[in-house]
Nanobody, 123 residues
């Protein structure tokens, strides 16, 4: 099983940018489809975006299209989430997750999760 650790969260103002990182260990990252999810207080965990094994394909939820970009550097066993034009409604704990079988937006398809990193966007 791959172990995942997120970093890069923090407190920013609306309109600012942040880059989250997800470092993997235990297995090579190129075996996995990677996803980013987020969970705000009192809300269910929701899919943010994902990236295919080799990084050639990315897919996003509509609410982040054009603002967030996912990338991966398999040689560094790291996946990134670049977040631009942040809004207060982007405030949440952000999680990276790994899936082996298929490209998916369903959290149930992701078998490995990080501990999360808090992103807070003030207005």
């Amino acid at each position: 099983q791959v172990q995942l650790v997120e970093s890069g969260g923090g407190l920013v103002q609306a309109g600012d940018s942040l880059r989250l990182s997800c470092a993997a260990s235990g297995r090579t990252l190129n075996e996995y489809i990677m996803g980013w999810f987020r969970q705000a207080p009192g809300k269910e965990r929701e899919f943010v975006g994902g990236i295919s094994w080799g990084g050639g394909g990315t897919y996003y939820s509509d609410f982040v299209k054009g603002r967030f970009t996912i990338s991966r550097v398999n040689a560094k066993n790291t996946v990134y989430l670049q977040m631009n034009s942040l809004k207060p409604e982007d405030t949440a704990v952000y999680y990276c997750a790994a899936a082996r079988l298929r490209v998916s937006r369903d959290p149930a398809d992701f078998g490995s999760w990080g501990q999360g990193t808090q992103v807070t966007v003030s207005s």
